[in-house]
């Protein structure tokens, strides 16, 4: 199976179990190299559906505060893309079979080589790519790569997203497409904004692709009630910031979050 | 042998419609702000081929700017370098006291009469842009937030006050290096946030498209005053001078000068990036002089050289000058670069206050610590030049806000 294909299939197992995937976001190297590989088997154990693994960066601009300090921490502490890429690889040895999708900005990519970042990650164990500051526009070196690999690309929609400019994201995009929940950077909210359903409503009438919601959601509640509108629910700072006080923390989170999403189980 | 013929270059024709030039620029930002930068791209054409917009404008930049800005003719500073005479281009006596006004007036106009948004979140390193920024925002009657590295805000504090003063919030930015660079990113990230309400009035000739292109649009008033005021004022020396010398940050006041002179072949461009303290121990902000650190990259939306470890990560510069510390370069520049139409080197911080003294001490004036990384540069080219030949200095900022810094470092000139 290819990289698209095991995240289409993730997505579908979740679909026959009438409930949206979870998708927990972790920042490659935060708190530590141990502590990373423990919080995402742990989570994959408990039934996390997909991951984003987050390749640090030094400026990560749709970032906000707690993803921005843990991806510092990571960075201050040596973890380089390849390190990420060999944490993958252990976490594949060591039995973690649910799809991996790279979350990481162009730069630390282009700067591995984009031909050989992609090819590096597919024998990893990566099965997707999410890069924030790349549009389809200026993908025209990646794209090719990761179709040769299997490889999804998974774009970012936004509220702000025209009709227009979704018709020509959803084009571009394998595997998923993500969905921002809010204009904003990354972090937790109180309240995610009313017309949530509505976005999602709007970019599925121009796409038959498993659409995830992300940025925002940090409890269980709120995992909940975007599980009851979309495929798939990504949970980031939230769990990065209980990972910072401890793995079970962590763990402890994703079991609640993991709930919230099987509450919605339509 | 017959000497190689190339089609002459159409300069106006870039950026390409993606917003490249050549493999440089284009746009690398979360796709929360595509939409925003199409809005951008088309209000900024219609304003362009907008008569009324157009003469309101100029008619700012007049009355209220002041321009045009003079050209000086640097006697003294001339004699004692003993080579090719020296022009100065007065960009520190525009309202606010360097060139930044014009494309902050530019964008703040731009913003108020052909989008709808009412608040305008922008970047500063020395401050000036923050300070020209912050004076468009009350002249216009804007809401205006300007982001500042924590460093930067203790080394230009007078401007901060400034900010202040014209109604402006400052806010502190902590993150990274504390520095310029951060306060884009935060600029960016409050600019994500509010995008339906706000417009980031980037502050050089950086960024996504449609900023580089832009930016160089508004500041290119400074080239068109210099072609008339040496080629054609009786106050001039009556031809184009044979070089133009700027200093380069992200590169908004040399492309500003450079781009109405890029057709006048025989002009050669100069740009003069921040050595710091030497390029070898790589405590600098010279992207094209370190050919270890400085790499094509991506940061903050744009493709460009950019210092950068070997994992892609980007460097922590230096520069005494804050304008200038920065880890990448306006996309036109390395473009044009590339095309062997402009040179770059570098002026150490040393070098910079030796400039800094010179134009003191020669001609009163008391130039922008950016700026007189350009002067520094006159010390090593001004003599290799013969006494007929012309050198045209972009002096892009004065340079009261860096009294502190100066005044720090008096023991050590």
């Known amino acids: 199976m290819t990289g698209v294909e095991r995240i289409r299939a993730a997505f579908a197992q979740a679909g026959q179990e009438r409930r949206a995937a ?126 040769q690999a299997g490889l999804a690309t ?80 990504v949970v980031g700072s939230a769990l990065v910031k209980a990972g910072g006080e401890s793995v079970d923390a962590a763990l402890l989170l994703g079991r609640e979050l993991i709930k919230g999403v099987q509450e919605a189980r339509g | 042998m017959a000497a190689v013929q190339r089609e002459p270059i159409n300069y106006n024709a870039w950026p390409d419609e993606d917003g490249h030039f050549g493999p440089y620029g284009g746009k690398f930002v979360p796709e929360t702000l595509m939409p925003a930068l199409d809005e951008l791209e088309e ?51 525009a309202h606010t006291g360097a060139h930044k006004i014009n494309n902050a007036l530019g964008q703040a106009l731009l913003m108020k009469r052909k989008m709808g948004k009412t608040r305008i979140v922008a970047e500063t390193g020395a401050g000036q842009h923050g300070v020209a920024t912050a004076t468009s925002a009350a002249l216009l009657g804007i809401e205006c937030v300007v982001y500042m590295g924590t460093v930067d805000m203790a080394r230009q504090e007078p401007n901060v006050f400034r900010m202040r003063l014209l109604g402006t919030e400052v806010r502190g930015v902590e993150s990274g290096s504390k520095t310029l660079k951060d306060a884009i990113n935060e600029a960016i990230r409050d600019w994500v946030t509010n995008v339906n309400t706000t417009h980031y009035l980037l502050g050089s000739a950086l960024g996504p498209h ?39 940050g992200g590169g908004s006041n040399a492309i500003g000068i450079f781009h109405p002179f890029l057709a006048y072949e025989d002009v050669r461009l100069i740009g003069v990036e921040a050595g710091g303290r030497g390029i070898e121990g790589g405590e600098h902000a010279a992207r094209f002089a370190d050919p270890e650190m400085g790499r094509l990259g991506v940061l903050q939306g744009t493709k460009s050289f950019v210092l950068q470890d070997s994992d892609g990560q980007i460097a922590l510069t230096h520069s005494i000058s804050a304008g200038l510390d920065y880890a990448s370069v306006g996309p036109e520049h390395a473009w044009l670069r590339d095309q062997g139409r402009t040179e770059y ?53 004065r340079g009261d806000k860096d009294l502190g810094t100066v005044m720090g470092d008096w023991g050590a000139v």
């Open chain 1, 22 to 147: 979870f998708m927990p976001y972790h920042a490659m190297g935060y708190p530590t190299r141990a502590e990373t590989l423990e919080i995402i088997a742990g989570l994959a154990a408990d039934g996390a559906d997909l991951f984003e693994i987050g390749i640090p960066h030094s400026d990560p601009l749709a970032d906000g505060p707690t993803v921005q300090g843990a991806t510092y921490t990571a960075i201050t502490q040596g973890t380089t893309v390849a390190d990420c890429l060999t944490m993958v690889r252990e976490l594949r040895d060591a039995g973690v079979t649910a799809p991996f999708c790279a979350m990481g900005y162009y730069n630390p990519i282009f700067r591995y080589g984009v031909e050989r970042f992609v090819a590096d990650a597919a024998a990893a164990g990566i099965d997707g790519l999410i890069v924030p500051d790349l549009p389809p526009e200026e993908a025209g070196e990646l794209e090719p790569a990761c179709r």
């Open chain 1, 154 to 233: 998974i774009y970012l929609l936004a509220p702000t997203s025209t009709e227009a400019r979704i018709r020509q994201v959803v084009q571009h995009a394998t595997g998923f497409i993500y969905l921002v929940s809010i204009t904003g950077t990354t972090g937790v909210r109180t309240e995610l904004p009313p017309d949530l359903a509505d976005f999602v409503q709007r970019v599925r009438r121009h796409t038959d692709l498993p659409l995830a919601v992300g940025f925002g959601i940090g409890a269980r509640a709120q995992a909940a009630a975007v599980a009851g509108i979309a495929d798939g629910v």
């Open chain 2, 43 to 93: 209000a900024y054409l219609a304003a362009r081929n907008d008569r009324e917009f157009m003469a309101e404008l100029a008619y700012l930049q007049r009355t209220y700017v002041g321009r045009p800005t003079p050209v000086t003719y640097a006697a003294r500073l001339t004699e004692y370098l003993g080579g090719a005479q020296i022009y100065l281009k007065r960009e520190d006596l």
């Open chain 2, 210 to 248: 449609p900023y580089p292109a832009m930016v160089r649009d508004f500041q290119s008033i400074i080239g068109q005053e210099a072609l008339v005021q040496m080629g054609e004022s009786d106050d001039g020396p009556g031809r184009l001078p044979d070089a133009i010398v700027a200093c380069v």
């Open chain 2, 345 to 397: 080197t570098y002026c150490t911080d040393e070098q910079a206050m030796a400039g800094f003294r010179l134009l003191c001490d020669l001609e009163g004036i008391i130039p922008a610590l950016e700026s007189a990384h350009a002067v520094g540069h006159l010390i090593d080219l001004a003599p290799q030049m013969a006494k007929d030949q012309i050198i045209l200095v972009n002096l892009s900022g």
